[in-house]
C-alpha cells in the first residue's frame, strides 16, 4: 500500500511513521510546514523545500512578522502543491497528522479525489479546545466527514469527532508517537528510595498552568524540605511569569532539555506533575509513567483518566486553576509512600502495553485493515 504521510515535522511524527520502516508499506512525505529533509526518514521519498518561489530567501522571517501580505506573495500555493504530490507519488492512502494544519489545507483536494483513502491522526487540543473557537469548529465539520479512518491518542477524541461529523472507521487510540522503546530507558529507572525530586512541566502556553503549580508549591515549600522541586522545559511564556510574579527560591527553573535527559530525570524524580486546560493524552504523562514517577496530572475533558485511576496509580488534578487542590494533592501524595509504592508497581506493569513493538503491532494492524478495505 502506498501511504503519503502529510504532517508537520515533529518528534512524534518521526517516531511514529518509524513504525512502518520494513511493513512493506510504501511510505511518501508531504512536508506541509516546510520543515526540511528529515535525515531519520532516509527510507522515505519526501517533497519538501517547496513552500518558497525564490528559496528560503534573506530577511524571510522579518517579511513574514511585519509584512505578512507581502510575504504572502512569494509563498507556493499549498493546495496547488499537494496536487502536484498525489499526481507524483500516486498514493492509496493520504494520512494527514493534526485538523488545522495537515487536513484543512487540503480538504478540496481529498474532496476531488475521493477514491483516495484518508486516514486523520487527533493529537493533544485539535479537537477538544478547537471545537470551541467557531472558525476552527467550522473547518472541522466541514473536514471530518470527507476522512475514512482516524487514530486519536485518546478515547475522549475519538468519540468526539463522531459527534462533530466523522462517519468513518476508528482505528484505535495511541500514543502520538507510537510507543518507546523501554529498554533504552530502562537504566535510568532509580529505586522509590533514592528519589527526592518534584519535577513540574514548565509549560504555560496558552494551556498550560504551570504557574498554578509553582504557586501551590510556594505555598507548602516549608513541607517540602525533603525534596528537590524542578521544573524542566520551561517555556518564553513562564518566563515572563517569573518576571512578574515571586515564587520560593528553592524552585529550580531548566529551560529546554534534550528528550533523553527529561526522561533521565523522570527516572530520578519521586513525582512529576503537569497541569495544563487543554490536552489530549500527554505524551510527557506516558514518559513518567515508564520513568516510575508518581504522576499528577490534570484530566480535561476526562482524556487522563483513561489511565491514571485517581490514587491508584497517581491523581488527577480535578480543576487545573484550583493552587489550593494542587496543593492538597501533592501534600496528600508526599504522605502517603504506600500510594507512591503501589502506584510505581502498577506502573512499571502498565508500561509494557506502551513498549514500541506491542504499539507498533497494533498500529500496523490498523494499516493492514485498511490496505484490505482499499479493494471493497
Not at 529505586?191 to 509549560?203: E, F, Q, S, T, V
Amino acid at each position: 500500500m502506498k501511504v503519503l504521510i502529510v504532517s508537520m515535522r515533529s518528534i512524534h511524527t518521526i517516531r511514529w511513521v518509524s513504525q512502518l520502516r520494513d511493513s512493506g508499506h510504501e511510505v511518501f512525505y508531504f512536508d506541509i510546514l516546510n520543515g526540511g529533509y528529515i535525515k531519520a526518514w532516509d527510507w522515505v521519498e519526501q517533497h519538501t523545500n517547496w513552500r518558497y518561489k525564490f528559496g528560503n530567501f534573506k530577511g524571510r522571517v522579518f517579511l513574514k512578522k511585519h509584512f505578512p501580505k507581502i510575504h504572502k506573495l512569494f509563498e507556493n500555493n499549498a493546495e496547488k502543491e499537494f496536487e502536484i504530490v498525489l499526481d507524483k507519488f500516486k498514493p492509496d492512502v493520504v494520512h494527514s497528522f493534526v485538523m488545522y494544519s495537515c487536513c484543512v489545507p487540503i480538504l478540496k483536494n481529498m474532496q476531488k479525489h475521493k477514491y483516495i483513502k484518508w486516514i486523520y491522526s487527533a493529537w493533544g487540543n485539535d479537537l477538544y479546545f478547537y471545537q470551541t473557537v467557531p472558525k476552527y469548529k467550522n473547518d472541522i465539520v466541514k473536514t471530518l466527514p470527507r476522512i475514512n479512518y482516524m487514530f486519536a491518542d485518546c478515547n475522549r477524541d475519538l468519540n468526539l469527532a463522531k459527534v462533530l461529523g466523522f462517519e468513518g472507521e476508528t482505528l484505535g487510540s495511541f500514543p502520538g508517537g507510537g510507543g518507546y522503546n523501554l529498554s533504552d530507558y530502562n537504566p535510568y529507572i532509580k529505586a522509590l528510595n533514592h528519589r527526592n525530586i518534584i519535577l513540574i512541566k514548565g509549560y504555560e502556553q496558552r494551556f498550560g498552568k504551570c504557574s498554578v503549580v509553582l504557586n501551590a508549591v510556594s505555598k507548602i515549600i516549608k513541607n517540602l524540605t525533603d525534596y528537590k522541586v524542578v521544573v524542566f522545559g520551561a517555556d518564553l511564556e513562564l518566563k515572563q511569569y517569573l518576571t512578574k510574579h515571586t515564587i520560593s527560591d528553592k524552585i529550580q527553573i531548566l529551560d529546554y532539555m534534550p528528550h533523553k535527559k527529561v526522561l533521565e530525570l523522570m527516572g530520578k524524580s519521586i513525582i512529576y506533575i503537569g497541569n495544563s486546560v487543554s490536552d489530549g493524552m500527554p505524551n510527557t504523562l506516558l514518559e513518567a509513567i515508564i520513568m516510575g514517577a508518581f504522576p499528577i496530572q490534570s484530566n480535561p475533558g476526562g482524556a487522563t483518566a483513561e489511565i491514571i485511576k485517581h490514587q491508584e496509580n497517581g491523581l488527577l488534578i480535578g480543576d487545573a486553576e484550583n493552587t489550593d487542590l494542587i496543593q492538597e494533592l501533592i501534600l496528600q501524595a508526599i504522605n502517603s509512600k504506600k500510594m507512591i509504592e503501589n502506584a510505581f508497581n502498577h506502573n512499571q506493569k502498565l508500561k509494557h502495553n506502551l513498549d514500541f513493538k506491542v504499539i507498533q503491532k497494533q498500529v500496523l494492524q490498523a494499516y493492514n485493515q485498511v490496505e484490505n478495505e482499499l479493494t471493497k
